[in-house]
């Protein structure tokens, strides 16, 4: 049998393709970090305007992922080609269209919301997305890029619930720190992390927790917590790197 057949055998549906380019698993980390920023401004808790905050930063999270493969697509046709664009499961095209319309669908859902602040972190947001995968490979800066990206997120559901004080920059910036320590490794180490990798992305629910705890977050600080088992058991599903 030749190679075009194999390759063929083994393309997945589309819906698997798209579930490994968003890295679905990861969410939960989403959603507790939506979760702390709200908690640290110190903002009333209200679960309807969560839930859409949730919705447009999960938008942001999966446009990133999507544009992340499709930028990459030469590097993971050499080093990775079980992705789902050099298996063949989807195109560069379909990848980069689904990537952007995502990205402008989460502006939209925030802007919608009504908070012009939230929209403007929003924004910042948006364009750390676009650098970080157009210019990671090979940038010792992307790291950074990326760190700053989540801690963004505590920014934007701040400035959306209440407003952005000094105790949510200081909580960003530890989160920040984290990212920037756990993308580090994840650079380093490479496909040897074995479980490593996938156990630090479900951490960043841990420090959204501990974040929480100090700000009085009460009994949301479990509902955080809780996406430390939830990431780590959907990684079981869809891989999350």
């Not at 969410?27 to 920023?37: E, F, M, R, Y």
């Not at 949730?54 to 990775?80: H, K, P, Q, V, W």
């Not at 298996?87 to 402008?104: H, K, M, P, Q, S």
Request: charged letters at 10%; one cysteine or more; proline letters at 5%.
């Amino acid at each position: 049998m030749g190679e075009g057949a194999a390759r063929r055998l083994t393309v997945r549906s589309r819906p698997h393709a798209y579930l490994l380019l968003a890295r679905f698993s990861n969410l939960p980390t989403i959603w507790t970090n939506v979760l702390a920023g709200t908690i640290v401004s110190g903002a009333r808790f209200i679960a309807a305007d969560y839930l859409g905050l949730c919705l447009a930063i999960s938008a942001f999270y999966t446009s990133g992922m999507f544009l992340n493969d499709a930028f990459d697509r030469e590097f993971d046709a050499r080093s990775r080609p079980d992705r789902p664009i050099p298996a063949g499961d989807v195109t560069a095209r379909e990848t980069f269209a689904i990537g952007w319309v995502l990205l402008a669908t989460a502006l939209v859902v925030v802007a919608v919301q009504g908070r012009m602040n939230a929209f403007v972190w929003s924004i910042l947001l948006a364009a750390a997305i676009v650098l970080y995968n157009y210019r990671h490979k090979h940038n010792p800066f992307g790291p950074i890029v990326m760190g700053v990206c989540r801690g963004f997120v505590y920014c934007i559901a701040a400035a959306a619930s209440g407003r952005v004080t000094m105790t949510v920059i200081v909580a960003a910036s530890a989160l920040t720190a984290y990212v920037i320590t756990l993308t580090w490794i994840a650079k380093r180490v490479g496909a040897s992390a074995g479980w490593l990798i996938p156990v630090l992305i479900a951490g960043i629910s841990v420090v959204d927790a501990v974040v929480m705890a100090a700000s009085g977050g009460g009994p949301l600080v479990w509902l955080a917590l809780a996406g430390f088992p939830a990431t780590l058991l959907l990684q079981r599903v869809v891989p999350g790197t």
